[in-house]
């Protein structure tokens, strides 16, 4: 049972426009919600996230949208650049003592 | 400060043996998780360690087991080595305070190969 998916396994796109990645969530106990990219070779690294009681979070190039009566979060990057070409997973959790949840993950391109 | 460091970065092992993998925290960190990242697929959770003690687990069998030590560094063990263990992986870090155990500093990692 998936708790955090991101149905888009790739995503292309041209350098300079805006890059889109989506996550689903289907448990209403999430509250906080996080982004992280992850290059070959390297853990994952923290890029953005976003309280529930929250539904924008912006930080440089990156925003975080969050719609909690769709259970869908989004993440802007704009203008995407080519060392933006990663891995991104969506990842969620209940701000307590508990674990956070990755998606799948989606491997965005971003072609000069 | 120092990062998040695990060790042995590869490993082979064959099917039915034992392999314990190891992670320093980052430093002034208090928490531990430990996540199994399969070809394709994002990191499951199998366990975290909170002051020495385990403070959760996912879905993964008994053979998987952990200690955390009190310099905050830890181990995962698996026992019983299955060709479905082989994956990547991942110790993380974080610090748990108050309410709130958000942000997850990683290691890059050992990927774990079983023949």
């Known amino acids: 049972d998936q708790q955090v998916k991101q149905n888009s396994p790739s995503l292309s796109v041209q350098e300079g426009r805006i890059s889109i990645l989506n996550c689903d969530y289907t448990?209403?106990?999430?509250?906080?919600f996080l982004w992280y990219k992850k290059y070959p070779a390297e853990g994952p690294t923290f890029l953005i996230s976003?309280?529930?009681?929250?539904d924008k979070n912006e930080d440089g190039r990156f925003t975080v949208f969050l719609n909690k009566s769709a259970k869908h979060l989004s993440l802007h990057i704009v203008p995407s650049q080519p060392g933006d070409s990663a891995v991104y997973f969506c990842?969620?959790?209940?701000?307590?003592?508990?674990?956070?949840?990755f998606g799948p993950g989606t491997s965005l391109s971003v072609i000069p | 400060e120092t990062g998040v460091t695990q060790s042995p970065t590869h490993l082979i092992k064959t099917r039915g043996q034992q392999v314990t993998l190891r992670c320093s925290s980052q430093?002034?960190?208090?928490?531990v998780s430990w996540y199994q990242q399969a070809l394709g697929q994002g990191p499951q959770f199998i366990f975290q360690?909170?002051?020495?003690?385990?403070?959760g687990r996912g879905n993964f069998p008994p053979r998987f087991s952990g200690l955390q030590f009190p310099n905050y560094s830890s181990e995962l063990n698996v026992n019983a080595l299955e060709l479905d263990d082989s994956a990547l992986y991942l110790c993380?870090?974080?610090?748990?305070?108050?309410?709130?155990?958000?942000?997850?500093?990683f290691g890059s990692g050992t990927q774990l190969s079983v023949l």
């Open positions: 990842a969620a959790t209940k701000t307590s003592y508990d674990k956070v949840i």
């Open positions: 993380a870090s974080s610090l748990l305070s108050g309410l709130t155990n958000e942000k997850l500093f």
């Open positions: 448990n209403s106990m999430f509250d906080y």
């Open positions: 360690y909170y002051r020495e003690e385990e403070n």
């Open positions: 430093s002034g960190h208090n928490t």
């Open positions: 976003i309280s529930s009681i929250k």
